[in-house]
């Protein structure tokens, strides 16, 4: 059974910065993919990030070169720096892996951007 635990996020205040994380257990030997994605109240899920086993990364346009994703395949573990946020940014946070074919999900994170 895989699971992930998503940590790191908060209130924060536009322009400020918070650093999720995303640790995967289980029988994972290595994660094909590993990817952030966020849903905005009244509005659909959408990628935001995600990086892959050859260390490729791909970024939805609206967050290119304020959000970073990285990963550390030892500790199966995935991090999201999010700098220069903005109020747009508010919404629940979730972090996904994929294992061959099968997709795992984690529980969500708050993340609220607002002074």
């Known amino acids: 059974q895989v699971q992930l635990a998503e940590s790191g996020g908060g209130l924060v205040q536009p322009g400020g910065s918070l650093r999720l994380s995303c640790a995967a257990s289980g029988r994972i030997f290595k994660a094909d993919a590993m990817g952030w994605y966020r849903q905005a109240p009244g509005k659909e899920r959408e990628l935001v990030a995600i990086?892959?086993?050859?260390?490729?990364?791909d970024y939805a346009g609206s967050v290119k070169g304020r959000f970073t994703i990285s990963r550390d395949n030892a500790k199966n573990t995935v991090y999201l720096q999010m700098n220069s946020l903005k109020p747009e940014d508010t919404a629940v946070y979730y972090c996904?892996?994929?294992?061959?074919?099968?997709?795992?999900w984690g529980k969500g994170t708050l993340v609220t951007v607002s002074s």
């Open positions: 990086n892959m086993s050859d260390r490729s990364t």
């Open positions: 996904k892996i994929r294992v061959g074919s099968i997709a795992y």
